[in-house]
């Protein structure tokens, strides 16, 4: 019940917090797939031929777009002294909140895909690869968005040091995500997946090495 609940407030601060919640990283995944035609031109093949790749570099960067609201406030607010008062650790705190991190944008962006693509013109093959590995690997950027979050909690400037931070922790992900839309078969999304996965499965506990660190200096 402990867990429901605090993924009930987490999400509520992400759909409800402000500065433009999670329409903010949809509205970037757009603006890219909007602007992108005027950059190169209206040639369709090479639209068609790129425009995966650019939606997947899309996501990533609004990924990253909320971090700065995922775990600075709750440290400023002794939000997370109070939960392990309560017995509450932090990686099961930082575990919940990577799940509402991701349902905050993941999904979104998984719906958003579909007029981005038709923007780029994108075919229909193209585009059921590019979900599929956006669905395997926004969990991976949501986890590396939650270490950054807790890495940068407590630094002036800690969103533009987190772009800094996020483009060797999402390479792989990037490799094997937009990697899959040019070689035929699963196997690139099965690799995404499987780097996502082991993100998802550190990144709590790094995210809360990080945060104590922050609360004791």
Do not use: K, Y
Request: aromatic share 6%.
């Amino acid at each position: 019940m402990r867990v429901l609940a605090m993924l009930r407030r987490d999400l509520a601060l992400a759909f409800g917090g402000g500065r433009g919640g999670p329409w903010l990283p949809v509205l970037f995944f757009v603006a890219v797939a909007i602007l992108f035609p005027f950059a190169v031109g209206p040639d369709a093949p090479l639209l068609a031929r790129t425009g995966g790749g650019v939606l997947w570099v899309a996501a990533l960067l609004a990924a990253i777009l909320p971090i700065d609201r995922l775990v600075a406030p709750d440290i400023g607010n002794g939000v997370f002294d109070r939960l392990t008062l309560l017995g509450v650790s932090e990686e099961l705190v930082l575990a919940v909140r990577l799940v509402a991190h991701w349902l905050s944008f993941g999904p979104l962006l998984l719906v958003a895909a579909l007029p981005a693509s038709a923007l780029l013109g994108l075919p229909g093959e193209v585009l059921r690869t590019l979900l599929l590995g956006l669905l395997a690997g926004t969990p991976g950027l949501a986890a590396i968005g939650l270490i950054i979050a807790a890495l940068t909690a407590t630094v002036r400037g800690g969103t533009a040091l987190g772009g800094l931070l996020l483009i060797p922790l999402s390479v792989p992900v990037l490799i094997f995500g937009a990697g899959a839309l040019a070689q035929p078969g699963g196997a690139g999304i099965a690799l995404c997946a499987a780097v996502s996965l082991a993100l998802c499965a550190v990144a709590p506990f790094a995210a809360a090495a990080a945060v104590r660190a922050a609360r004791e200096g």
